[in-house]
């Protein structure tokens, strides 16, 4: 079974799905990493002192670390924040960054969006982002679209996966400057 996790880190680059489920190396943990994993304590911890308002979603009831899966999908994760209303429901990743919403983090929170629906039942039409360096909230619809690319970008893990073929590097060079997987693409910094 994937994980959202392994999806998000496909779509940054798949290299870093190869090294996570194909070829397996355990990197040691980035200062990055530890960083995002103290912060994420601290945004439970003060989150449920904050209004709902901020999110759209007054009424809501809020779940912690929700462990979601769906055997037809073959998708797993584990959700940092789900928020659910009479009438539908809003999914919620903490990022320890300051930076945009990126790509990866779409994919992310649809494909969160798409498991919660599965298993509560109701809709999922926006997920958010919370970056604390900048202390913003970015809100994004999740449309027909989105969750169609999700589930190609599934496909295209499945077929990494059986195929094993050594995926090309991500076109943004500069994501690999601080990435914990760098020491093991040789082709990189040439």
């Known amino acids: 079974m994937f994980t959202v996790t392994e999806l998000k880190q496909f779509v940054y680059c798949p290299r870093i799905f190869y090294f996570m489920a194909v070829q397996p190396v355990h990197p040691p943990s980035s200062h990055l990493m530890n960083r ?6 601290e945004f439970e911890r003060l989150e449920p002192r904050r209004v709902l308002s901020r999110y759209g979603l ?33 999914v919620v990743e903490f990022k320890a960054s ?3 919403l990126s790509e990866n983090h779409q994919f992310q929170l649809a494909a969160y969006a798409v498991l919660a629906e599965r298993s ?28 169609t690319k999700t589930m190609t970008k599934l496909k295209e893990m499945r077929l990494l ?16 400057t601080n990435c914990e997987y760098r020491n093991f693409c040789g082709d990189i910094f040439q």
């Open 36 to 41: 995002g994993h103290s912060l994420q304590d």
């Open 58 to 90: 007054e009424e809501a009831h809020r779940h912690f670390g929700i462990r979601l899966s769906d055997s037809e999908l073959d998708l797993s994760g584990e959700l940092d924040l789900l928020l659910e209303a009479a009438d539908r429901l809003a």
């Open 98 to 100: 300051g930076a945009q």
């Open 120 to 147: 509560f039942g109701k809709p999922c039409p926006s997920g958010f982002a919370v970056f604390v360096d900048r202390s913003a909230i970015e809100e994004l619809p999740i449309g027909e679209e989105l969750r």
């Open 161 to 176: 996966l059986s195929d094993q073929v050594f995926p090309t590097p991500t076109t943004v060079r500069t994501r690999c």
